[in-house]
């Protein structure tokens, strides 16, 4: 069984530049939730896609979009980079909504805007 | 607005004694529970979970215990042993979204 993976592990931008940030979910799953974890925080819901649409969004501006792919992976854009942009981008998977809700997390990636 | 509360930063635990972990919620349409352990540059890891329909369920030495009058539950550890030392985050979801809420963490520190 493979686990849930997330690409880059590090990432240096500038405020103003734009981001893209991978996942690729563990077999079986079939839907991705993307969280931000700022420095001394819980992670915090930006949203989940389920059957290639975002199905809900936490308190997160439009500027944070995503898609999922057929294969269930996914992709977390950011626009405007901001300097508080800065954090732990974790994605999340699991099976759909009323069959499981334990959400299985990969290792994070760690965007620094500069 | 913190709707997952975990008011203790951290604890400091001898190895072999018991660690207990608080988490408080304010959301009554919260009807699923779960732990999370997080060690340093790792996602956090599924630990436990309880449903609302329950007040305790165990797995090993980790044990959650679910008061819904008070709006709290907590994580048991016994023993507690040197590799559990990480942080370990509380978090809620209902059933009728996606969203995990989270609480700040505890700092859980096994000492030999």
């Known amino acids: 069984e493979t686990g849930v993976t997330q690409s880059p592990t590090h990432l240096i931008k500038t405020r103003g530049q734009q981001v893209t940030l991978r996942c690729s979910s563990q077999?079986?799953?079939?839907?991705v939730s993307w969280y931000q974890q700022a420095l001394g925080q819980g992670p915090q819901f930006i949203f989940p896609y389920y059957r290639e649409e975002e199905n809900g969004r936490g308190n997160f501006p439009p500027r944070f979009s995503g898609l999922q792919f057929p294969n269930y992976s996914s992709e977390l854009n950011v626009n405007a980079l901001e300097l508080d942009d800065s954090a732990l981008y974790l994605c999340a998977s699991s099976l759909e909504r009323g069959r499981s809700y334990e959400q299985y997390f990969g290792p994070g990636t760690r965007l620094t805007v500069t | 607005d913190q709707q997952v509360k975990q008011n203790s930063p951290s604890l400091s635990v001898q190895e072999g004694r018991i660690s207990i972990l608080n988490c408080d919620y304010t959301?009554?349409?919260?009807?699923?529970f779960l732990w999370y352990k997080k060690y340093p540059a790792e996602g956090p890891t599924f630990l436990i979970s309880?449903?609302?329909?329950?007040d305790k369920n165990e797995d090993g030495r980790f044990t959650v215990f679910l008061n819904k009058s008070a709006k709290h539950l907590s994580l048991h550890i016994v023993p507690s042993q040197p590799g559990d030392s990480a942080v370990y985050f509380c978090?809620?979801?209902?059933?009728?979204?996606?969203?995990?809420?989270f609480g700040k963490g505890t700092s859980l520190l096994v000492t030999p």
């Open positions: 077999s079986g799953h079939n839907t």
């Open positions: 309880i449903s609302s329909i329950k």
């Open positions: 959301n009554s349409m919260f009807d699923y």
């Open positions: 978090a809620a979801i209902s059933n009728s979204g996606y969203a995990l809420n």
